[in-house]
T-cell receptor, first 111, second 114 residues
Framework: SQQGEEDPQALSIQEGENATMNCSYKTSINNLQWYRQNSGRGLVHLILIRSNEREKHSGRLRVTLDTSKKSSSLLITASRAADTASYFCATVGGSARQLTFGSGTQLTVLP | GAGVSQSPRYKVAKRGQDVALRCDPISGHVSLFWYQQALGQGPEFLTYFQNEAQLDKSGLPSDRFFAERPEGSVSTLKIQRTQQEDSAVYLC????????????FGPGTRLTVT
């Protein structure tokens, strides 16, 4: 079963704008990760944030985590057409090693 | 270096046939995972290996699904007597150590059962 919901399900923006995606989850976690999936390709790891962290940056990516609300957000700044993809949050909890994925956000960046 | 590879990339099976899907993880990676991704959904966990030991198979949907990793490297996911609901993309992922939570995914095998 999916861990939770991602919001919005689909997002369309112009190149150069910022894109924000949100993720909610249900159970306690060790860490939360964001992955990108281009059409017809495998998933690519973007960033990991641990349960004791509140914010993390990597290049044009900014991730926040609010464990009290069981939610996370991914911000992509200065978006490019190449950022067009599906974005998934995924959690790791307890002693488990596997990822539990959300339902994903389809991002379209228009040139 | 080489990433995770999977074969075949596409597989069409008639209902009732058995299929075998192969995963070659990144060399030296300890952990190996299989996921099933239905169209428009996020991947769902099937099973997990640490070296050759299958430590978690709680996600396998039925006893028609079987996975092995006999030498702690290549893994095979076998589906017996395929059903239409088995149609999905099957993703394999590996990670380097027990301390590394980041997973590296292969391109997947798209299985279509007709």
């Amino acid at each position: 079963s999916q861990q939770g919901e991602e919001d919005p399900q689909a997002l369309s923006i112009q190149e150069g704008e910022n894109a924000t995606m949100n993720c909610s989850y249900k159970t306690s976690i060790n860490n939360l990760q964001w992955y990108r999936q281009n059409s017809g390709r495998g998933l690519v790891h973007l960033i990991l944030i641990r349960s004791n962290e509140r914010e993390k940056h990597s290049g044009r990516l900014r991730v926040t985590l609010d464990t009290s609300k069981k939610s996370s957000s991914l911000l992509i700044t200065a978006s490019r057409a190449a950022d067009t993809a599906s974005y998934f949050c995924a959690t790791v909890g307890g002693s488990a090693r596997q990822l539990t994925f959300g339902s994903g956000t389809q991002l379209t960046v228009l040139p | 270096g080489a990433g995770v590879s999977q074969s075949p990339r596409y597989k069409v099976a008639k209902r009732g046939q058995d299929v075998a899907l192969r995963c070659d993880p990144i060399s030296g990676h300890v952990s190996l995972f299989w996921y099933q991704q239905a169209l428009g959904q996020g991947p769902e966990f099937l099973t997990y290996f640490q070296n050759e030991a299958q430590l978690d198979k709680s996600g396998l949907p039925s006893d028609r699904f079987f996975a092995e990793r006999p030498e702690g490297s290549v893994s095979t996911l076998k589906i017996q007597r395929t059903q239409q609901e088995d149609s999905a993309v099957y993703l394999c992922a590996s990670s380097s150590s027990l301390l590394d939570y980041e997973q590296y995914f292969g391109p997947g095998t798209r299985l279509t059962v007709t």
